[in-house]
């Protein structure tokens, strides 16, 4: 699923020093699902230092030239990778839009914001993927729309099975830069894990609705 390891090391590296991602298994954040966790993603923070948005526009944008070939559009997935994406997108010199996760309740009722036609192809950009399903839900707004969505590309992925199901069973194909056993592992590397935290951020991804 990652397509490069030095890719994948040197993007989890990043992230862990800009604190776009954040571990702390002793006091655990909550996600919005209830499940707790010892990791929490805001990978946004990364359009506050054009160094590491560099390399990752960089990265995103050479990985789908290799594996999806030239797409028609770039499409972001709202609200975490329209920034991104956009920057993908003018990397690439294509056109842009965005996917909201449902339509407007007024004015023109939009869910897709920007031009796109039936029958373009589409690579959908997103920050982050945990089980899916927001990311497969903008892809769906796109086959509405009649466009060919050739493939997602992700900044970092927790590797959950149900995700790797999800897509599966849309016959998706998506590809990501960095993901969470690699991060463990720099971030044992780099000394952000204190004795024991290793072992506590292997468990909660084995079972993490039941850590």
Request: glycine share 6%; aromatic share 10%; proline share 5%.
């Amino acid at each position: 699923m990652i397509l490069d390891k030095q890719i994948a090391e040197k993007t989890a590296e990043l992230l862990l020093q800009i604190k776009a991602i954040k571990l702390n298994p002793q006091e655990p954040f909550t996600w919005s699902s209830g499940w707790k966790s010892p990791i929490y993603c805001d990978n946004r923070l990364i359009l506050s230092y054009p160094q590491v948005r560099n390399f990752i526009k960089e990265s995103l944008g050479e990985q789908i030239k290799k594996n999806f070939d030239q797409p028609d559009v770039i499409a972001g997935v709202a609200t975490g990778a329209i920034g991104i994406g956009a920057l993908v997108a003018e990397y690439l010199d294509l056109p842009f839009v965005y996917v909201r996760p449902e339509p407007k309740k007024h004015g023109r009722k939009n869910q897709i914001e920007g031009m796109i036609k039936p029958g373009q192809s589409v690579v959908v950009i997103e920050d982050l993927i945990s089980t899916g399903k927001s990311s497969l839900n903008a892809v769906k707004a796109l086959k509405n729309e009649e466009a060919e969505v050739k493939g997602m590309m992700a900044i970092f992925s927790y590797g959950f099975d149900v995700a790797l199901e999800n897509f599966k069973k849309e016959n998706m194909n998506y590809k990501v830069l960095s993901n969470y056993q690699t991060l463990i592992e720099m971030a044992a590397e780099q000394k952000y894990l204190k004795d024991g935290d290793l072992e506590n951020l292997e468990s909660w991804r084995k079972n993490p609705s039941e850590w």
